[in-house]
Protein backbone atom coordinates (compact mmCIF):
# COMPACT_ATOMS: atom_id res chain seq x y z
CA UNK A 1 0.00 0.00 0.00
CA UNK A 2 1.29 3.55 -1.06
CA UNK A 3 1.96 5.82 1.88
CA UNK A 4 3.12 9.57 1.89
CA UNK A 5 4.70 11.36 4.48
CA UNK A 6 5.35 15.02 4.81
CA UNK A 7 7.81 16.40 7.25
CA UNK A 8 7.99 18.73 9.07
CA UNK A 9 3.85 18.82 9.79
CA UNK A 10 4.37 23.08 10.39
CA UNK A 11 7.62 25.25 9.76
CA UNK A 12 7.77 28.47 10.55
CA UNK A 13 10.11 30.98 8.96
CA UNK A 14 10.66 34.97 8.29
CA UNK A 15 9.94 36.28 5.47
CA UNK A 16 12.49 36.31 2.27
CA UNK A 17 13.98 33.33 3.64
CA UNK A 18 14.27 30.21 1.06
CA UNK A 19 12.64 27.16 2.24
CA UNK A 20 12.05 22.91 1.23
CA UNK A 21 9.49 20.95 2.13
CA UNK A 22 10.07 17.66 2.19
CA UNK A 23 7.39 14.61 0.47
CA UNK A 24 8.59 11.16 0.75
CA UNK A 25 6.73 8.21 -0.98
CA UNK A 26 6.93 4.05 -0.31
CA UNK A 27 6.09 3.04 -3.45
CA UNK A 28 7.79 3.89 -6.78
CA UNK A 29 5.49 3.22 -8.91
CA UNK A 30 3.81 6.11 -9.81
CA UNK A 31 2.58 7.97 -12.84
CA UNK A 32 3.22 11.99 -11.25
CA UNK A 33 3.73 13.74 -8.19
CA UNK A 34 1.47 17.10 -7.66
CA UNK A 35 2.35 19.64 -5.45
CA UNK A 36 -0.84 21.87 -3.68
CA UNK A 37 -2.03 24.49 -1.73
CA UNK A 38 -4.24 24.83 0.87
CA UNK A 39 -5.61 27.62 2.29
CA UNK A 40 -7.56 27.99 5.41
CA UNK A 41 -11.43 26.72 4.95
CA UNK A 42 -10.48 26.28 0.80
CA UNK A 43 -9.93 23.72 -1.33
CA UNK A 44 -6.53 22.32 -2.74
CA UNK A 45 -4.95 24.51 -5.44
CA UNK A 46 -2.46 22.49 -7.61
CA UNK A 47 1.26 23.99 -7.96
CA UNK A 48 3.49 22.02 -9.72
CA UNK A 49 2.48 18.50 -11.69
CA UNK A 50 6.03 16.57 -12.43
CA UNK A 51 5.21 13.05 -14.02
CA UNK A 52 7.23 10.00 -13.56
CA UNK A 53 9.87 10.48 -16.05
CA UNK A 54 11.03 13.95 -15.17
CA UNK A 55 13.16 15.47 -12.44
CA UNK A 56 11.91 18.94 -11.74
CA UNK A 57 9.50 21.49 -12.44
CA UNK A 58 9.55 25.25 -11.93
CA UNK A 59 6.88 28.02 -11.79
CA UNK A 60 7.83 31.30 -10.63
CA UNK A 61 9.52 30.66 -7.51
CA UNK A 62 8.57 27.23 -6.68
CA UNK A 63 10.69 24.19 -8.22
CA UNK A 64 9.62 20.75 -7.53
CA UNK A 65 12.25 17.92 -8.16
CA UNK A 66 11.00 14.15 -7.83
CA UNK A 67 13.34 11.47 -7.21
CA UNK A 68 11.83 8.52 -7.81
CA UNK A 69 14.46 5.56 -7.07
CA UNK A 70 14.54 6.83 -3.56
CA UNK A 71 10.95 7.78 -3.09
CA UNK A 72 11.37 11.48 -2.56
CA UNK A 73 10.42 14.70 -3.69
CA UNK A 74 10.95 18.51 -2.71
CA UNK A 75 9.51 21.63 -2.92
CA UNK A 76 11.84 24.87 -3.14
CA UNK A 77 10.65 27.76 -2.18
CA UNK A 78 12.47 31.06 -2.84
CA UNK A 79 12.42 34.37 -1.36
CA UNK A 80 9.21 33.09 0.70
CA UNK A 81 6.40 35.69 1.38
CA UNK A 82 3.81 36.33 3.73
CA UNK A 83 1.50 35.32 0.86
CA UNK A 84 2.95 31.86 0.96
CA UNK A 85 1.64 30.85 3.91
CA UNK A 86 -0.69 27.31 3.83
CA UNK A 87 -0.88 24.20 3.99
CA UNK A 88 1.39 22.28 1.18
CA UNK A 89 0.47 18.52 0.32
CA UNK A 90 2.12 16.29 -1.90
CA UNK A 91 0.34 13.19 -3.82
CA UNK A 92 1.76 10.64 -5.58
CA UNK A 93 -0.63 9.17 -8.68
CA UNK A 94 -1.49 5.58 -8.65
CA UNK A 95 -3.21 3.42 -10.77
CA UNK A 96 -5.59 0.70 -9.83
CA UNK A 97 -8.48 0.19 -12.19
CA UNK A 98 -8.34 4.32 -12.26
CA UNK A 99 -5.97 7.14 -11.66
CA UNK A 100 -5.88 7.69 -7.92
CA UNK A 101 -4.12 10.37 -5.84
CA UNK A 102 -2.36 9.35 -2.10
CA UNK A 103 -1.58 12.56 -0.35
CA UNK A 104 0.06 12.85 2.58
CA UNK A 105 -1.02 15.04 5.81
CA UNK A 106 0.59 17.94 4.98
CA UNK A 107 3.06 20.83 6.14
CA UNK A 108 1.60 23.81 7.34
CA UNK A 109 3.91 26.92 6.64
CA UNK A 110 4.02 30.56 8.21
CA UNK A 111 5.97 33.08 6.95
CA UNK A 112 6.40 35.58 9.43
CA UNK A 113 7.21 39.54 8.03
CA UNK B 1 -15.07 29.19 -15.99
CA UNK B 2 -16.74 27.79 -12.30
CA UNK B 3 -14.25 24.76 -12.41
CA UNK B 4 -15.52 22.12 -10.00
CA UNK B 5 -18.97 23.57 -7.91
CA UNK B 6 -19.82 21.94 -4.49
CA UNK B 7 -22.81 22.18 -2.68
CA UNK B 8 -23.89 22.83 0.19
CA UNK B 9 -20.77 24.61 1.37
CA UNK B 10 -21.97 23.93 5.11
CA UNK B 11 -24.46 21.30 6.81
CA UNK B 12 -25.49 20.45 10.52
CA UNK B 13 -27.34 17.06 10.48
CA UNK B 14 -28.72 14.72 13.74
CA UNK B 15 -27.10 11.09 13.61
CA UNK B 16 -29.53 9.00 11.17
CA UNK B 17 -30.29 11.56 9.45
CA UNK B 18 -29.76 11.30 5.34
CA UNK B 19 -27.88 13.83 2.85
CA UNK B 20 -26.42 14.25 -0.37
CA UNK B 21 -23.91 16.23 -1.47
CA UNK B 22 -23.55 17.54 -5.14
CA UNK B 23 -20.01 18.17 -7.63
CA UNK B 24 -20.30 19.60 -10.19
CA UNK B 25 -17.47 20.23 -13.16
CA UNK B 26 -18.11 22.08 -16.31
CA UNK B 27 -14.46 20.91 -17.50
CA UNK B 28 -15.83 17.73 -19.19
CA UNK B 29 -13.69 15.97 -17.31
CA UNK B 30 -14.25 11.98 -17.24
CA UNK B 31 -12.51 11.26 -14.03
CA UNK B 32 -14.41 12.60 -10.66
CA UNK B 33 -13.35 11.25 -6.99
CA UNK B 34 -14.90 12.18 -3.28
CA UNK B 35 -12.19 12.91 -0.70
CA UNK B 36 -12.54 13.71 2.95
CA UNK B 37 -10.29 15.25 5.35
CA UNK B 38 -9.61 14.91 8.55
CA UNK B 39 -6.95 16.72 11.03
CA UNK B 40 -3.81 13.94 11.17
CA UNK B 41 -5.12 12.01 8.26
CA UNK B 42 -5.16 13.97 5.28
CA UNK B 43 -7.26 13.07 2.42
CA UNK B 44 -8.40 9.88 1.95
CA UNK B 45 -10.32 8.30 -1.34
CA UNK B 46 -14.26 7.77 0.04
CA UNK B 47 -15.31 6.80 -4.36
CA UNK B 48 -14.31 7.79 -7.15
CA UNK B 49 -16.22 7.59 -11.03
CA UNK B 50 -14.34 6.76 -14.20
CA UNK B 51 -17.25 7.76 -16.59
CA UNK B 52 -20.65 8.21 -16.93
CA UNK B 53 -22.14 5.78 -15.20
CA UNK B 54 -19.91 4.34 -13.65
CA UNK B 55 -18.62 4.36 -9.90
CA UNK B 56 -15.86 2.32 -7.58
CA UNK B 57 -15.20 2.02 -3.70
CA UNK B 58 -11.93 3.84 -3.00
CA UNK B 59 -9.80 3.58 0.88
CA UNK B 60 -12.90 4.73 3.38
CA UNK B 61 -16.15 3.69 1.25
CA UNK B 62 -18.29 2.29 4.11
CA UNK B 63 -21.84 4.20 4.92
CA UNK B 64 -21.55 6.34 1.67
CA UNK B 65 -23.01 5.90 -1.80
CA UNK B 66 -22.65 7.42 -5.13
CA UNK B 67 -23.98 8.05 -8.65
CA UNK B 68 -22.88 9.67 -11.38
CA UNK B 69 -26.19 9.66 -14.12
CA UNK B 70 -24.66 12.72 -15.77
CA UNK B 71 -20.88 13.37 -16.73
CA UNK B 72 -21.08 16.56 -15.28
CA UNK B 73 -22.30 15.66 -11.71
CA UNK B 74 -21.43 13.36 -8.91
CA UNK B 75 -23.24 12.74 -6.27
CA UNK B 76 -22.15 11.83 -2.34
CA UNK B 77 -25.12 10.08 -0.27
CA UNK B 78 -24.87 9.31 3.54
CA UNK B 79 -28.03 7.39 3.89
CA UNK B 80 -27.76 6.86 7.80
CA UNK B 81 -25.32 9.91 9.38
CA UNK B 82 -22.58 9.16 12.14
CA UNK B 83 -20.64 11.40 13.92
CA UNK B 84 -17.39 9.66 12.94
CA UNK B 85 -18.88 11.02 9.41
CA UNK B 86 -18.22 14.61 10.49
CA UNK B 87 -15.44 15.69 8.06
CA UNK B 88 -14.64 18.48 5.27
CA UNK B 89 -15.65 16.59 1.78
CA UNK B 90 -13.60 17.53 -1.44
CA UNK B 91 -14.75 16.78 -4.84
CA UNK B 92 -11.95 16.86 -7.49
CA UNK B 93 -11.86 16.06 -11.08
CA UNK B 94 -9.82 14.70 -13.91
CA UNK B 95 -9.67 14.69 -17.60
CA UNK B 96 -8.32 11.09 -17.32
CA UNK B 97 -4.65 10.83 -18.60
CA UNK B 98 -2.43 9.47 -16.09
CA UNK B 99 -0.37 13.06 -16.93
CA UNK B 100 -3.40 15.35 -15.88
CA UNK B 101 -3.81 17.67 -13.14
CA UNK B 102 -6.14 17.77 -10.80
CA UNK B 103 -8.84 20.28 -10.00
CA UNK B 104 -10.52 20.71 -6.48
CA UNK B 105 -13.84 21.99 -5.57
CA UNK B 106 -13.81 24.36 -2.50
CA UNK B 107 -15.26 21.60 0.16
CA UNK B 108 -18.69 20.82 2.11
CA UNK B 109 -17.91 21.00 5.62
CA UNK B 110 -20.45 18.17 7.51
CA UNK B 111 -21.20 18.32 10.79
CA UNK B 112 -22.95 15.32 12.02
CA UNK B 113 -23.99 15.49 15.85
Known amino acids: KQEVTQIPAALSVPEGENLVLNCSFTDSAIYNLQWFRQDPGKGLTSLLL?????REQTSGRLNASLDKSSGRSTLYIAASQPGDSATYLCAVSIIQGAQKLVFGQGTRLTINP | NAGVTQTPKFRVLKTGQSMTLLCAQD?????MYWYRQDPGMGLRLIHY???????AKGEVPDGYNVSRLKKQNFLLGLESAAPSQTSVYFCASIQGSSTGELFFGEGSRLTVL
Open chain 1, 50 to 54: IQSSQ
Open chain 2, 27 to 31: MNHEY
Open chain 2, 49 to 55: SVGEGTT
